[in-house]
């Protein structure tokens, strides 16, 4: 087995220090663009030279841990199995792998005790700043975050009893586009089919409908642990109401009510126009497709971790970034 070559053998063989060594190979430069300690252009280059030859591999761990860093963000997502934060953690880990961050990944499955695990967890791993997906009751972990002190931003969602930097989109918007595109297709009895819990994007969702349906029109909610029973209820209803078009707030709740409308006989883009948010591929079985509302993914992504390394890079001035609260707001379009 080859032994590691450590700045200890480079000092010994080239005759010099170990801190000469030290302060060559890792360059060490002040504020004022000069080099901290005087060495002679003759003695940096005998000291390269030798750890050219002994093939002399510097530590990456050692250096962040002299610098007080560790180059690692926490990444806590709702459900890594979905497709829209898959795509969404794909192109986060593409962005800070380039910029030479790892990624430590988490995923809360709507459990806010969950969630604060994953924030201990990722505390204790000494993470330089987060990018969470909350979830409804995660406060206190929120509270925590910001009293460690450590940058953070929040995605999808945003928690207005909290000073919190986020990027979201124009949810209420994103659902005008989706009634817009149910009435375009002849669909005038429309009904909402959401989650059953409260969180801003699906408040805000529902907020858009009543605006463009009103407010006698049927909103039917899922919970994630009735997901089954509670959709058999809504296709029941519907059904009976003689709704023609159905807007799904997300891409599981889409992919529910076509597989229980289908059960029933139901013609799906016939008998009743659905419209949904974010892609599934049950969307392209359908003949005329499924319309969806595509948030922009890679944009949430990119704007997110630009958000955080600001965030970063003002702690590291020394800056207080505890209050920081800005909102980026993005708009969907429709596919």
Do not use: W
């Amino acid at each position: 087995m080859t032994k590691n070559v450590t700045i200890k053998d480079i000092a010994r063989e080239a005759g010099v220090s170990i801190a000469l060594v030290s302060f060559v190979m890792n360059n060490r430069i002040g504020a004022d663009g000069k080099q901290k300690y005087r060495v002679s252009p003759a003695t940096q280059e005998r000291i390269r030279e030798v750890a050219a030859r002994m093939n002399y591999q510097p530590s990456s761990a050692a250096r962040m841990l002299r610098q007080g860093r560790t180059r690692v963000i926490g990444v806590i997502l709702s459900d890594l199995g979905n497709i829209f934060y898959g795509i969404i953690a794909k192109e986060m880990e593409k962005i800070l792998t380039r910029r030479g961050y790892t990624v430590l990944f988490g995923s809360t499955e709507e459990d806010p005790e969950r969630f604060g695990r994953l924030v201990q967890s990722f505390l204790e791993k000494d993470v330089e700043g987060f990018i969470v997906v909350p979830c409804v009751g995660c406060g206190p972990y929120l509270e925590r975050l910001q009293a460690s002190g450590r940058p953070f931003v929040t995605i999808d969602r945003h928690n207005p009893q909290y000073d919190i930097p986020s990027v979201v989109i124009d949810n209420v918007g994103a659902m005008r586009l989706a009634v817009g595109a149910l009435k375009k297709q002849g669909a005038r009895n429309i009904g909402l089919f959401t989650y059953a819990m409260r969180t801003s994007a699906m408040i805000e969702r529902e907020k858009g409908f009543r605006e463009e349906v009103g407010s006698k029109a049927p909103i039917y909610h899922m919970g994630l642990n009735t997901m089954e029973e509670d959709t058999k209820k809504a296709a029941d209803d519907l059904i009976e109401r003689g709704l023609d078009g159905m807007v799904c707030a997300s891409n599981e709740t889409s992919a529910n009510l076509i597989k229980e409308l289908i059960s029933r006989g139901i013609r799906v883009q016939e008998d009743i126009r659905i419209v949904g948010f974010d892609y599934s591929n049950v969307y392209d079985i359908f003949k005329p497709h499924i319309p969806h509302v595509q948030q922009p993914l890679p944009q949430i992504a990119k704007e997110s971790t630009d958000y955080l390394f600001r965030l970063i890079e003002r702690k590291d001035r020394g800056e207080d970034i505890s209050r920081e609260k800005e909102k980026i707001i993005l708009k969907a379009s429709l596919i």
